[in-house]
């Protein structure tokens, strides 16, 4: 089999994957298109091992350890995005800005700061205190499930 | 990009002189995968239905567990439906459901640069398709002769003759992130307080708990 075959499409997967972490907004798409770029490199990882026949086959070898740092990997930002989503109400990493303020405040006045620091623990002004509620109704009904 | 993956897949085979117009079985049945794989992949970033990328994400990875077992790496494509087919993709389906997503079709999945990450995308897309295709032009892989490289049992005797010991890191690893994954769960418990929220977070950390469980 030709080597460009399997590079050139964990080639494209990882762009792909690029792509998605770049664009989308919810933050659990974004941990599915670090999926996919995981899997582009585990895709060389396995051509290249098996074209160079290594005797220690360190390509399969670290594939199998990528896999398992994806899983823990995912296990944890998930775990992290569920706590943000308790906490916010939401889990749109465009409204996750806290860390994000330094040019409103060189610009505006301590008044922007102020409204912001009430903004802030809101989340998403609208419809988040009624967000919230209904959302944990909503995971003890599939805890007791 | 499906177009992109056409022209690229017959550069590369224009590129091959030995192999050109005659492929390989092989050579076809991973092209085929691969164009797959590719729209999966391209589909489960682009649909405006969370749901339906989780899904699709099944087909890309599934797909590329066959490209696994194309390349004769037994092993890891196994390991690849049991461990991203099956723990990944519910994991993510789990909290894509716990977040509260929208089931149809959610107008805001994408947010506002996205040109720029489609300029990005394409851009490193263009270069490293040019660069490997130039760099491996004439670079073979011999899957027919010699031993079989990626059974469960050459798999198994490198991993426990030469891997032992970044082996059982990873273990420790994966116990310290499912310790993790708990604690973080559970934080929030203690701050709210109230009963119900007890149940709620003793759901999830369960939850995490079986998927780790099924990691490892």
């Known amino acids: 089999m030709h080597l460009a075959y399997p590079a050139v499409l964990a080639v494209l997967l990882f762009c792909t994957g690029l792509y998605g972490v770049l664009a989308r907004r919810n933050a659990i798409l974004v941990l599915m298109s670090v999926e996919l770029m995981l899997n582009a490199v585990n895709l060389n990882l396995v051509a290249f091992d098996v074209w160079l026949r290594d005797t220690l086959h360190a390509g399969q070898a670290l594939t199998l350890f990528t896999i398992t740092i994806a899983a823990a990997e995912i296990g944890i930002g998930l775990a992290i995005v569920l706590l943000v989503h308790r906490n916010r109400g939401t889990s749109h990493i465009d409204r996750l800005r806290d860390l994000a303020e330094t040019d409103r405040t060189a610009t505006d006045s301590d008044e922007a700061t102020v409204a912001d620091a009430t903004d802030n623990p809101v989340g998403s002004p609208a419809g988040d205190p009624a967000g919230r509620p209904t959302d944990t109704r909503l995971t003890r009904g599939e805890a007791t499930a | 990009m499906s177009a992109t993956a056409n022209l690229a897949a017959s550069a590369a085979a224009v590129s091959g002189t030995p192999g050109f117009l005659s492929p390989t079985g092989v050579e076809i049945l991973f092209l085929l995968v691969g164009l797959l794989t590719l729209g999966a992949a391209i589909t489960a970033?682009?649909?405006?239905?969370?749901?339906?990328?989780?899904?699709?994400?099944?087909?890309?990875?599934?797909?590329?567990?066959?490209?696994?077992?194309?390349?004769?790496?037994?092993?890891?494509?196994?390991?690849?439906?049991?461990?991203?087919?099956?723990?990944?993709?519910?994991?993510?389906?789990?909290g894509l459901m716990l977040t509260r997503a929208p089931i149809g079709r959610s107008p805001d999945a994408d947010s506002g640069n996205r040109p720029v990450a489609l300029a990005v995308a394409v851009t490193a897309a263009a270069v490293l398709v040019t660069v490997v295709v130039d760099a491996f032009r004439t670079t073979w892989i011999d899957l027919e002769d010699g031993a079989p490289q990626?059974?469960?049992?050459?798999?198994?005797?490198?991993?426990?003759?030469?891997?032992?010991?970044?082996?059982?890191?990873?273990?420790?690893?994966?116990?310290?992130?499912?310790?993790?994954?708990?604690v973080l769960s559970r934080r929030e418990n203690g701050r709210n307080g109230t009963g119900g929220d007890g149940d709620g977070d003793g759901g999830t950390g369960s939850g995490t708990r079986a998927a780790g469980g099924g990691e490892r």
């Not at chain 2, 099944?58 to 099956?86: D, H, R």
């Not at chain 2, 032992?164 to 890191?169: D, G, K, R, Y």
């Open chain 2, 45 to 94: 970033v682009t649909t405006r239905q969370l749901v339906h990328a989780a899904l699709w994400l099944v087909v890309a990875l599934g797909g590329i567990a066959v490209e696994y077992l194309l390349l004769s790496a037994e092993f890891i494509a196994w390991v690849q439906v049991l461990i991203y087919v099956g723990a990944v993709v519910v994991l993510l389906l789990f």
């Open chain 2, 150 to 182: 990626g059974t469960t049992d050459v798999t198994g005797r490198i991993l426990f003759q030469h891997w032992v010991l970044p082996f059982e890191a990873l273990s420790v690893l994966l116990l310290a992130a499912l310790v993790g994954a708990i």
